[in-house]
């Protein structure tokens, strides 16, 4: 058994972050270990399965809305505890610099604000690292070059969005990539769709197992053939499923009795692939086939048994339609539920294990969501938005993204009871302008990613039942939301 340990100062840093559920420790490789904190006396002791050098991965708690994930440098175990903002500032600056180097190797023009804020967040660095006999004063100046590196790290992803996206407009007469959202029953209201048509390029449609056929042999097709018809006729480009959803309670419960019967499940599943794609075959070209392979717990199944179902998917799927393109659904790229040792494999080893089977993967879609308590990624800046996305795209297959985001912290009848809004976000809940400002900043840095052919909003209406607590375009009450704005924008310069 490996421990890590850290003096949280000052005491209250970590306060009310639920730090121990959230924390783990990664080795050099990205590999997640199972990890447990313990409080004791101001010391965060990190305990672990080995005791190789690793990354301790923490929520921080910024000077203006919520938190985000910070990450130190590799660290060895030793008797004296590390001091923890030191540490964080550490992995923060390194990070950044490393960043730096690499687009500036790809010769990205670099902004002199941002060599600047480097400048001062690496002098407050320095002189926290020469201050810690003073606790006091060396954890405020590691705190400065956290929030210093933080300042940098957006001015450097502004920095890139701008020359990336100029240069595949200058060099392209195509979009840079889809732009759609997951469709429901609101859409095909007049008004609300003028709303859809106005900032999405591409439709999801719905088209999950458990909707579709709630009791064996008993299928519903109305609101997908109508949502598929409207699609169709508005030209979007439709992306049809997921088909088949692996998290806990995702699949028919009608399915329950054959849970141990892993041998006539996969037919069962595999028979409703082939349906499903031939009822639209010529009129959807590309599929989610499966979601929350890498996490679920439908039916109990293991790892190996989902892993198992999913390449059954895919295979089907294929020799049903062999001219369409097939995802799979990555939920929670980073990681983080390996940190409570219920999965052996990690998110990029379970996509690759797919890829190198040779079963017609043609990309993979990932979940990235921020401001929620339960089955849901933490939340991160966009600089480590940017490098996850560089770290997939080492698979080379196209990326789609799904975005899930709040514009209330107030409860939500109609999502998923495992999910709720975070509270922990200081002075400032989140509200319709900060979901309209994450969104604003996140959409082109993906769209400007070489590897990313697509980028999705969770649900379009709160009206309807959905995953997501206030994540939709339109409020409960079917007003539109201010992420509307950002996204006609985005279609539009796509489309000059």
């Not at 590999?31 to 990190?46: F, H, K, M, N, Q």
């Not at 997908?224 to 499923?241: P, T, Y």
């Amino acid at each position: 058994m490996g421990v890590m340990r850290f003096t949280v100062h000052p005491p209250d840093l970590l306060e009310g972050l639920s730090a121990t559920d959230m924390l783990y420790i990664s080795g050099m490789d990205g590999r997640i270990y199972p990890t447990r904190g313990e409080w004791s006396d101001g010391v965060l002791a990190c305990r672990r399965p080995l005791s190789d050098s690793g990354k301790l991965t923490v929520p921080f708690p910024h000077n203006q809305r919520g938190y985000s994930m910070l990450t130190s440098t590799s660290l060895r175990e030793r008797e004296e505890p590390y001091l923890l903002m030191i540490e964080l500032a550490r992995g923060a600056l390194s990070s950044l610099r490393d960043q730096w180097a690499a687009w500036e190797m790809g010769h990205m023009a670099i902004p002199q604000v941002f060599r600047d804020l480097q400048s001062s967040a690496f002098s407050a660095f320095a002189s926290a690292c020469a201050s810690q006999s003073d606790v006091d004063r060396a954890c405020e100046l590691a705190r400065n070059a956290i929030e210093d590196t933080r300042r940098a790290a957006n001015v450097l992803v502004d920095a890139y969005v701008i020359q990336r996206m100029t240069s595949l407009r200058r060099n392209s007469h195509l979009p840079t990539g889809l732009l759609g959202c997951a469709l429901d029953p609101a859409a095909l209201e007049s008004q609300n769709s003028e709303f859809f048509l106005s900032a999405f390029t591409a439709a999801a449609i719905p088209i999950s197992w458990k909707s579709i056929e709630p009791h064996e042999g008993n299928y519903h097709w109305d609101l997908a053939d109508d949502l598929v018809e409207f699609a169709q006729q508005n030209r979007s480009v439709i992306k049809g499923g997921p088909l088949i959803e692996l998290d806990d309670g995702g699949l028919p419960e009608w399915l329950a009795p054959w849970k141990n019967d892993l041998l006539n499940l996969p037919s069962f599943v595999c028979d409703y692939i082939e349906t499903a794609i031939n009822r639209y075959t010529g009129k959807v070209r590309i599929w989610d086939v499966s979601d929350f392979g890498n996490t679920g717990q439908a039916l109990d199944l293991s790892e190996e048994h989902r892993l198992a179902l999913v390449a059954r998917t895919l295979e089907a799927a294929h020799r049903t339609d062999s001219d369409a393109q097939f995802f799979i659904g990555i939920d929670q790229p980073w990681g983080e539920y390996q940190r409570k040792g219920n999965h052996r494999l990690s998110p990029m080893q379970f996509a690759d294990a797919l890829v190198r089977s040779n079963l017609g993967l043609a990309g993979v879609t990932l979940h990235i969501n921020t401001g929620y308590n339960g089955p849901a990624t933490f939340p991160r800046e966009m600089i480590q938005i940017s490098r996850l996305i560089d770290l997939w795209s080492l698979l080379g297959i196209q990326i789609h993204v799904k975005l899930g985001c709040p514009s209330s912290p107030r409860h939500d009848p109609l999502a998923d009871p495992r999910l709720s809004v975070n509270e922990q976000v200081g002075e400032e809940p989140w509200c319709e302008e900060a979901q309209s400002e994450w969104i604003e900043r996140i959409v082109p840095l993906l769209l400007a990613k070489p590897a990313v052919t697509g980028v999705f909003i969770e649900n379009f209406s709160d009206q309807h039942s959905h995953r997501f607590p206030h994540a939709g375009l339109l409020g409960a009450d079917g007003h539109p939301k201010c992420q509307f704005a950002p996204l006609r924008r985005q279609k539009h310069q796509d489309l000059t």
